[in-house]
């Protein structure tokens, strides 16, 4: 995600996840985002961007009143300000990639040989005018529950008020992207057989409306499943960018927990033993 802040100076942020369980890799210490004009060049004043692990945080269930043995989810923030990117003709081409996922992954072939690309688009400010990315509206779920119910807001909000779509798309693998007709082009994850960038989790399709992001469904396997969430913003009826998340699904096991619900008299006066 980035957000313009003024003339050739934009704020970059690059959200990562990992499972926090006992004895799983850390977040790297630095990342480097790859920065490109539209033909795929590296943009010589800027170079590569560089960026410090800022700050962590766990990712909350949003079930506070299910017991499920999920994995610890853990969300890394990166974000730097940097002043050398102007106007640019065909805009920047901006992508971190990372070696590798998770090896439990159900739902693509060798999950340890491939790793994932996560990529957005600066447009040029001539055509489109100063551009500030979307923002996603809540942290991913770190788990969902089979056989439940789900209504997840994978939404976002953008500050330029520019017209929204959602979409699942099949996430990227770190090969080197090609640039043709200057449209960033990368490498995909194959499917097992029986799941697609629609069909994530096998079964029943979960449901995502364009409009809002909400996903909506029931999740019908147990496992981890590799996903994609693409938010593309348009201008002017014009798509000028994209964002996307790349993140796996666990559907797990829930127990509900009994919950802290009584009832007592609707009145009660001093003195009096009140029975629960």
Not at 242 to 270: H, M, S
Request: charge should be negative.
């Amino acid at each position: 995600m980035y957000r313009h802040i003024s003339d050739s100076t934009y704020e970059v942020t690059l959200l990562l996840y990992r499972d926090c369980s006992p004895f799983n890799a850390t977040f790297p210490s630095t990342v480097t985002i790859q920065v490109r004009d539209v033909n795929g060049n590296l943009f010589a004043p800027s170079k590569n961007m560089t960026i410090t692990l800022d700050s962590t945080r766990p990712v909350n269930s949003y079930l506070p009143c299910v017991n499920a043995n999920a994995a610890c989810v853990e969300e890394g923030w990166y974000s730097t300000i940097v002043s050398n990117l102007p106007d640019l003709s065909g805009g920047y081409h901006l992508y971190y990639q990372y070696c590798c996922r998770q090896a439990s992954l159900a739902n693509i072939t060798n999950p340890l040989a491939n790793g994932m690309s996560l990529y957005t688009y600066i447009p040029p400010q001539t055509v489109n005018g100063f551009n500030s990315s979307p923002v996603w509206n809540r942290q991913p779920p770190p788990f969902v529950c089979q056989g439940s119910p789900m209504n997840f807001d994978y939404g976002a909000t953008d500050a330029d008020g520019d017209s929204l779509v959602f979409s699942y798309y099949t996430p990227y693998i770190d090969a080197p992207p090609t640039f043709p007709a200057g449209v960033a082009t990368f490498s995909l994850v194959n499917w097992v057989g029986g799941y697609s960038a629609i069909n994530a989790c096998g079964g029943a399709n979960l449901t995502m409306n364009a409009q809002t992001g909400f996903i909506i469904g029931t999740p019908p396997n147990l496992g981890l499943f590799a996903a994609g969430v693409r938010c593309e913003e348009f201008r002017n009826g014009i798509k000028i960018g994209e964002i996307l998340r790349d993140y796996p699904f666990p559907v797990v096991t829930c127990t509900p927990i009994t919950p802290a619900n009584f009832t007592g008299p609707a009145v009660t006066c001093f003195g009096s033993t009140v029975q629960f």
